[in-house]
Structures are given as structure tokens and as C-alpha cells.
């Protein structure tokens, strides 16, 4: 990336990310760190709201002042080596369910939806979204990827979703935005069989738009978005149809992430524990990262 810049105004404080401006791409570009480890924790939600908001703020202004927007695009990345984001906040969900606190689980769901949402009808405004998968994608995380409207991976990178593990289904917008992108019987067969696929297997199927090689992924990421500003109107077309032929409606979001709370409220002991299983194999999955960073 070329001529970046921490994201100028920014009155929100971002505690588990880090937002940048390129100003030579027109991007501005949110990283993901979320801590303790790479879920969508309430406040990465938090964050990635105040920069959907403060970006949005921008261009109008800049709209309303007669001046050329300098955000044209729309960057969802990560900063944590070999991983993108492993989805909900698994930790939580256990909580929640079995506090059988259905208005948490909601507001929870409901805010994975709204960013998703945001990214791809592309704030409502000339802006389109990426996502830069460097590392493994999983739930939410996949979802989330799916929500941009360009999805750029590097070769190796994997992304599935295992809910099925646990007798749920990803609820916050993964199968609306795949069965958008490849034939709906295909994403239900991907959704219930619970494995990851490789990048190179999920582009021959049309789910990933562009493949990157590894350790190449920003380089890529700023190739496509200086040839996409060769040809910006064809691009600005498409946009628009898209936009107003292939849209995801928030309600069909709202009513499918009801019918996962439902569902994840009658979730058994059993189910529950294989879901904290998960957790500990994704801070073990952390350690060993760490201590091969070394």
C-alpha cells in the first residue's frame, strides 16, 4: 500500500483495530485486532461502526462542499498473522444462551448484521468495499468478507463456516451474500458440510473474486483498485445495478439472524461445550501463531 496515513478526524477511539487512509488509492482501511483472540468481539463491532460512520460523514461533507470525495473505496483487513477473523464472539454466545438472554444474543446478531449490511450496499454512497483475506476465515469472519463486494484472497488462505459443528447455522448474513455470488444449492451443500475450503477451490466456484499469492495480498489489494480507477465508470455502472437488481434487503438479514437466536437458544449442554471446545482450539491455534512469530 502507497501513501498511507492514520485516518485523519477520527474522533472515535479505535481499541481493537487500527484505521488508515491511502490517499494515492482513494482507501480508507480498517485492520482488525480484536483481542483476546480474532472474533468479532463488541468492541471491533464498535469500531467498525464508528468507520463506517466517520467515512460516511467524509464523503458528504466533502459532497456538500462541491469537492471529489478522496474514499472511493472501502478496505475490511486484518493485522494478526495467518488470520482473518474466526467469527462470533464464541465465549459470549455461551454466556447468552445460557443466560437465555435472547434480547443479548439479538442486539449482538443484529450489529454483525448492520456492519455486513453497511459494507455491502457500500454505505449507500460511491464507495465500494473489499475484503483482504490474508489468513483463515471462519463464521462470521467469512461472512463478513462476503458482505464486501470485492473479495481479494491470497492462495493457501481457508475459510468455511463450522457452525454445523455445534448444531447452528451462520446466521449473520453468510448464506443471503454467498447464494448471491454462486447457485444457492452450492452454498447450502458449503454451509452444512462444515469444512474449509481453500482459496484457489472457493474462486473456481466464484465465491472469491480475485487471488492474490501468498505474503501478496496489499500489493494485489492496490493492482486492482488502480485498474478499477482506469475503468471507473464501466465499474460505477455495475455498482449501480448490482445495487439495484442484487441487493441484500437488511429484513431478509433481520429474519434470518431471528431464526438463529431462536435456534441457538435451544441449543444443548452438549452442543455448548463442543462450541467452548472451539474456543480452546482457537487460543491454541493464537499460541502457536505467537510463538512461531517469534
Not at 58 to 70: N, S, V
Request: aromatic share 8%; proline share 4%.
Amino acid at each position: 500500500m502507497s501513501n498511507l496515513v492514520r485516518f485523519p478526524e477520527a474522533s472515535h477511539v479505535y481499541q481493537h483495530s487500527e484505521v488508515q487512509l491511502d490517499h494515492d488509492l482513494g482507501a480508507a482501511i480498517l485492520n482488525m485486532a480484536p483481542q483476546p483472540r480474532p472474533s468479532f468481539t463488541p468492541a471491533l463491532l464498535a469500531d467498525i461502526e464508528a468507520f463506517q460512520q466517520e467515512v460516511a460523514d467524509r464523503i458528504r461533507q466533502q459532497q456538500a462542499q462541491g469537492r471529489t470525495p478522496d474514499i472511493r473505496y472501502t478496505v475490511l483487513a486484518s493485522n494478526l498473522e495467518g488470520i482473518y477473523n474466526f467469527g462470533g464472539d464464541l465465549n459470549r454466545f455461551v454466556e447468552l444462551i445460557r443466560a437465555g438472554d435472547r434480547q443479548g444474543l439479538l442486539d449482538y446478531a443484529l450489529a454483525c448484521v448492520r456492519a455486513g449490511h453497511q459494507f455491502s450496499v457500500g454505505l449507500d454512497l460511491p464507495v465500494t468495499s473489499l475484503a483482504l483475506i490474508e489468513g483463515r476465515a471462519q463464521g462470521g469472519g467469512f461472512e463478513a468478507a462476503l458482505s464486501c463486494n470485492v473479495l481479494i484472497a491470497e492462495r493457501g488462505t481457508q475459510m468455511g463456516f463450522p457452525e454445523v459443528l455445534f448444531n447452528l447455522f451462520p446466521g449473520m448474513g453468510a448464506y443471503s451474500y454467498l447464494s448471491r455470488r454462486i447457485a444457492p444449492s452450492l452454498a447450502e451443500r458449503m454451509i452444512l458440510s462444515g469444512r474449509l475450503y481453500e482459496a484457489e477451490e472457493l474462486y473456481e466456484m466464484g465465491a472469491v473474486d480475485v487471488l492474490a499469492e501468498p505474503g501478496e495480498g496489499r500489493e494485489t489489494l492496490a493492482e486492482y483498485i488502480r485498474e478499477a480507477e482506469k475503468h471507473n465508470s464501466v465499474h460505477g455502472l455495475l455498482r449501480r445495478i448490482h445495487s439495484a437488481h442484487n441487493r441484500v434487503p437488511f429484513e431478509e438479514l433481520r429474519d434470518i439472524t431471528e431464526l438463529w437466536v431462536d435456534s441457538a437458544l435451544r441449543l444443548s449442554e452438549r452442543e455448548l461445550r463442543t462450541m467452548e471446545r472451539l474456543v480452546r482450539a482457537q487460543d491454541r491455534r493464537i499460541s502457536v501463531d505467537a510463538n512461531q512469530a517469534r
